[in-house]
């Protein structure tokens, strides 16, 4: 900062004595009040102000964020949400959670050793932990919890990485850097972006000690930091919330569920196959109405019709997901067409919707508040909130839906010389084959974000439960 940048809310010291610039007065001259004696007001040449700076009786103070920087004052911050966390703060917090919903459900009077003992030997076995935690730390958790009865409490204490006090003073300046060349519609390259970072610490090097010198940070260490930056915050600030909305919407992070049927998902898509009724009558294309859980990834029920998608598309296929399915897989076992049963079944906490309006109707309300399940809408234009079943849909149309004999194309010229005349399957063997895929390929096949099968993460978070 050079003398004639000294504006509004700069710092100065004179003779020992701190003041702040409040501007400009008469004649140009610098209005400057100090702070301990906020009465007292001292107009101020920046000829003068020169002159004492020279003379070594005035120094340029740096500026508040700084000096704070130096001068630190630790306060701990809580997400608002998981999705804000890794992944394994996460998962960590959701162990944590389980210990206490585990406290919770027992009703202990007093929570001491030989009572939580079994408790958390019980939720050990049930989560499959090669390790418990100690007692005394379950009771830290649960404190934590009943303080504020948000899960959000149980996140762990983020501890420091080591950086000393300069190093953070030298971040600061990095990041309004980065804030003011490189998140820009300019979209400045990193190059440009570290030639004035370097050139802000050299002007803030001019108003410290020499002792206190910023060290100007490397190339390596700008692109370091910028790689630790929300990407779709990146994208966004460069080229446009919307375009970011698009690149990232297959990345989304939406509804976080901590167990089985908290969020159950729903959604319809129209399947690109040709249907006929016992080989004769040909019905089209069909719409699927698919029910899936968030926590466990598990298919709770689908239902196929050839009406556009509706109330009574959305009861059936929630009527399915909420009873067992003996008497649907019996014969399908019996014949030999599927080799494992469906476990899934339940009545959810809450159904995660889009906004069509078959979900709008005043009968899905008051169905669903008859069952004791609450609503919540997506935002509009947001198909990553409910990304678990928007990923089942596509993955069933890409593995099973393009390898049949009867697949049409959505687009007529991608159809070719292919006549679709011929090549349309029954609507029971539809339906058997979709659920044959469903629990023999879907339900067995690991997921990609923690390696377990939906079948394995249902049997895992239901161990001991009942749903009525």
């Known amino acids: 900062m050079t003398l004639t940048e000294l504006g509004h809310g700069s710092r100065v010291e004179i003779n020992g004595r701190h003041y702040k610039c409040e501007g400009r007065g008469p004649q140009g001259r610098l209005k400057l009040r100090r702070d301990d004696k906020r009465s007292?007001?001292?107009f101020l040449s920046p000829e003068r102000l020169n002159d004492y700076i020279?003379?070594?009786?005035?120094?340029l103070l740096p500026p508040q964020e700084l000096r704070d920087l130096l001068h630190p004052k630790v306060a701990p911050s809580i997400p608002a949400d998981l999705s804000a966390l890794a992944d394994h703060e996460q998962a960590a917090t959701r162990r944590r959670y389980d210990y206490v919903k585990g406290v919770y459900r027992t009703g202990l009077p007093a929570l001491t050793a030989a009572r939580l003992g079994p408790v958390i030997t019980a939720v050990?076995?049930?989560?499959?932990?090669?390790?418990?935690p100690h007692w005394r730390t379950v009771v830290r958790w649960v404190r934590q919890y009943e303080q504020s009865q948000s899960v959000m409490a149980l996140v762990a204490e983020r501890r420091g990485n080591g950086h000393d006090r300069?190093?953070?003073?030298?971040?600061?300046l990095m990041q309004r850097t980065v804030e003011e060349r490189y998140l820009s519609r300019a979209r400045n390259s990193l190059k440009d972006t570290l030639i004035h970072l370097h050139v802000a610490v050299d002007k803030e090097n001019e108003l410290i000690d020499t002792e206190c010198a910023?060290?100007?940070?490397?190339?390596?260490?700008?692109?370091?930091?910028v790689g630790?930056?929300?990407k779709f915050e990146v994208m966004a600030r460069r080229y446009g919330e919307g375009y970011a909305r698009r690149w990232f919407r297959a990345y989304g992070k939406g509804a976080i569920a901590t167990r089985a049927l908290e969020i159950v998902q729903i959604d319809h898509t129209i399947l690109d196959v040709e249907v006929a009724f016992l080989g004769v009558l040909r019905l089209g294309k069909p719409t699927i109405t698919v029910v899936l859980d968030t926590y466990t990834r598990m298919v709770l029920g689908l239902e196929v019709t050839f009406q556009p998608a509706s109330y009574l598309c959305v009861m059936d296929a929630l009527c399915t997901s909420i009873l067992p399915k003996d008497a649907l897989?019996?014969?399908l076992r019996h014949s030999g067409v599927v080799r494992n049963d469906?476990?899934?079944f339940g009545v959810p906490e809450l159904l995660l919707v889009d906004n069509g309006r078959e979900f709008r109707g005043h009968d899905l309300k008051n169905a669903c508040a008859h069952l004791g399940m609450d609503i919540r809408y997506c935002p509009p234009r947001s198909p990553w909130f409910k990304g678990a079943v928007e990923r089942f849909l596509l993955s069933l149309k890409n593995s099973l839906i393009a390898q049949l004999p009867s697949r049409t194309f959505p687009i007529k010229e991608e159809q070719g010389d292919r006549e679709p005349d011929g090549y349309a399957i029954d609507l029971d063997d539809l339906r058997a084959v979709l659920v044959k895929w469903v629990v023999d390929v879907y339900h067995e096949s690991p997921h990609g974000m923690n390696g377990l099968t939906p079948r394995a993460m249902w049997e895992q978070a239901t161990r001991g439960e009942r749903w009525f």
């Open 329 to 331: 897989m019996a014969p």
């Open 166 to 172: 300069l190093g953070r003073a030298c971040e600061l």
């Open 124 to 132: 050990r076995e049930k989560r499959g932990d090669e390790r418990a």
């Open 228 to 230: 630790r930056l929300d």
């Open 54 to 59: 020279l003379d070594g009786r005035a120094r």
């Open 214 to 225: 910023i060290p100007k940070p490397s190339y390596r260490a700008l692109r370091r930091y």
């Open 342 to 344: 469906w476990p899934a």
């Open 40 to 42: 007292s007001i001292t």
